[in-house]
């Protein structure tokens, strides 16, 4: 039987601070995340005694509230009963109040998490797919130009080389630019990729120009759209009502896109390739220490909400270098945690706990993490030292996820596998990583229980 939300979605609203205090509303894997006029009005309280929420807090400009697997049901009831309509391009039920000055840090991670949390899952499932196409390789049980392989690749890497197409959609909701035209403008960067009489480059003077690089493009596609923001408000103002409905988007896309390509596209390209490289050059200093460092705190950014100013940055080093080692430092933070909630449940024997251990091993660490380890403390801080010490030996060891995984679990091993990384050294890792966070859970747990005995 289907349970009904109804109530959970309306007690929810009610103590953020009623619907006229949400100017907008997104969802992660596992979190509401409101955007409130005034976030003095949210009783917490009231909210941390709700059954069916783990935890509430403010972070990264927005309200959120951890609600777990079911996320999308109370998502769904809550977007009903607020009276917004998830398919339509018109801001103005979403953002009808005035937004209160948001320090740029937090806006920043504001603006990431509202771009990519909507299609999380999707972004999740081909990073599956892609997994299983790299074992298929591996194993040779099927032929590289056989139907199933040949569909699965193209099933798995679609997503990723059409990403802006994806960006478009949710970055024209959070800067209020017609969707449309979004899509459109972040299709005409695409376009290139797709045919062979376009050139990879074209020449003004002595400057080049790249036309073919923009596909898996993030921060090329998001600066687009926020200037498109611009272009098409300035043309709603002096292109008369009567001749809007063309001349509007037509003009908006032909300025955006020209200046686009000639300006904001090259520049942003170029910043990707300085972040990725940047990033790399820091890695090679001690792939062993940032193993360590990123993996052992990792869980403290996704308490905080605050992972996805990092997530990201997987994606770029994905589109640059062809591989990521960010992603595959955060899988034993993930499998640190996953220890530390199994070593809680062998020595609590508890069912609920049992419970919100399973999502954890599919890569959503949350129900573990405010159900059970960060709840007791010393499962938490146990899940972090195996997390360090997982991560210390995927930088030892170089470790390369050659993909974008934004979440990650065993069904995604395959993509660690390539010229320069092998499946075993990440499976040696997020072993460690397990074993050390469920072994130093049982034996602190063990001793607690002795010590109250």
């Not at 509401?32 to 976030?39: G, I, K, T, V």
């Not at 801001?91 to 948001?102: F, G, I, L, R, T």
């Not at 890695?283 to 605050?306: D, K, T």
Request: hydrophobic share 50%.
């Amino acid at each position: 039987m289907t349970k009904n939300y109804e109530e959970d979605a309306e007690r929810i609203i009610e103590y953020v601070g009623g619907e006229k205090n949400v100017k907008s509303l997104i969802h992660c894997a596992t979190r509401l995340r409101f955007s409130l006029a005034d976030e003095s009005l949210v009783k917490e309280a009231e909210l941390q005694e709700l059954p069916i929420v783990m935890k509430a807090l403010s972070s990264s400009g927005q309200y959120q509230v951890v609600i777990g697997p079911k996320v999308d049901e109370v998502y769904d009831e809550a977007i009903r009963q607020l009276g917004y309509d998830k398919s339509t391009d018109d801001s103005e039920h979403n953002d009808p109040k005035p937004a209160k000055k948001q320090k740029w840090s937090n806006k920043l991670l504001s603006i990431i998490s509202a771009i990519f949390t909507p299609y999380i899952n999707i972004l999740a499932a081909v990073g599956v797919l892609k997994g299983l196409v790299a074992i298929l390789e591996m194993t040779h049980v099927v032929g590289t130009t056989s139907f199933i392989y040949v569909v699965l690749n193209i099933l798995a890497s679609g997503v990723f080389t059409l990403l802006p197409l994806f960006i478009a959609v949710t970055a024209s909701d959070y800067f209020k630019v017609n969707r449309y035209t979004a899509i459109a403008l972040a299709a005409a960067l695409i376009f290139p990729l797709t045919s062979d009489t376009i050139p990879a480059a074209v020449s003004i003077g002595a400057i080049s120009i790249p036309l073919k690089v923009y596909g898996g493009a993030v921060l090329p596609t998001v600066f687009a759209i926020y200037f498109l923001k611009y272009v098409e408000k300035f043309m709603k103002k002096i292109i008369p009502e009567i001749a809007a409905f063309v001349f509007v988007p037509t003009c908006a896309l032909m300025i955006s896109g020209i200046f686009t390509f000639l300006v904001i596209g090259p520049i942003a390209n170029y910043l990707g390739i300085a972040i990725a490289h940047g990033y790399g050059w820091l890695y090679a200093l001690s792939p062993v220490i940032s193993g360590a460092m990123l993996s052992g705190f990792g869980q403290f950014f996704v308490i905080f909400g605050i992972h996805w100013g990092i997530i990201p940055l997987g994606q770029i080093n994905v589109q640059v270098l062809g591989y990521d080692t960010i992603m595959a430092m955060f899988m034993s933070a993930v499998f640190g945690q996953f220890g530390a909630v199994v070593g809680s449940i062998v020595t609590a024997k508890n069912n609920k706990e049992r419970e919100m251990s399973i999502s954890a091993f599919f890569g959503i660490t949350e129900p573990a993490l405010y159900g059970v380890n960060v709840e007791k403390k010393y499962p938490f801080i146990c899940g972090c030292i195996g997390a360090a010490v997982g991560g210390a030996i995927t930088g030892l060891l170089g470790v390369k996820l050659y993909g974008f995984a934004p979440v990650l679990n065993v069904f995604m091993l395959g993509m660690f596998n390539g010229a320069q990384s092998k499946v075993i050294y990440e499976v040696i890792a997020i072993s460690v990583a397990f074993t050390i966070g469920a072994l130093l859970t049982i034996i602190v747990g063990k001793s607690k229980k002795y010590k109250q005995n």
